[in-house]
């Protein structure tokens, strides 16, 4: 007697990442085109996709209203900051949004795929996981950097 994985692809082997991920990660990395980046899971092509961008004048309170309440997304945060010398300063965040109330295979496809977008994106300085919105809050962010 044999048995199958339901779904297809083994679940602990990930998904590949679109082209085009890496790509608008440069955009905000090197010329800050955009504040945030905002991927996601596309079950349909086995593969992590851009889901969003937001302009450079976004907050981090319209990021944080961009990802989805009930439901897992990967994203990328350009923060900005001015250090004790007054100096301009910008750090990526990268954020695992993994909300309780999200589906327990959506938890999985995402905790199983993290590692792979990661080393994709070459250049982030700092990782957070949020299973709820105050362990993003900006706050959070600014204790890592300062």
């Known amino acids: 007697m044999s048995f199958r994985f339901r779904g297809g692809k083994n679940a ?5 990442v679109a082209d085009h991920c890496k790509g ?3 955009e905000l990395q090197r010329k800050k085109a955009h504040r945030y980046v905002i991927f996601k899971i596309d079950e349909k092509k086995n593969e992590v996709v851009v889901e ?5 004048a976004e907050s981090y309170e319209d990021f944080t209203s961009a ?4 439901d897992c997304r990967y994203a ?5 900051f001015v250090t004790s010398e007054n100096c301009q300063k910008s750090k990526i965040f990268f954020i695992a ?3 309780a109330t999200s589906r327990i295979r959506a938890k999985m496809l995402y905790a199983t795929s993290k590692d792979r977008l990661r080393h994709e994106l070459d250049g982030v300085h700092y ?3 949020a299973t709820d919105p105050t362990e993003m809050e900006l706050d959070v962010l600014k204790e890592r950097v300062y």
């Open 12 to 16: 602990s082997s990930g998904m590949g």
């Open 24 to 26: 608008t990660f440069l």
């Open 52 to 56: 969003k961008t937001g302009k450079p």
């Open 67 to 70: 990802l989805p309440e009930n």
């Open 76 to 80: 990328v945060f350009d923060f900005d």
């Open 97 to 99: 949004w993994s909300p």
């Open 127 to 129: 990782e957070i996981q």
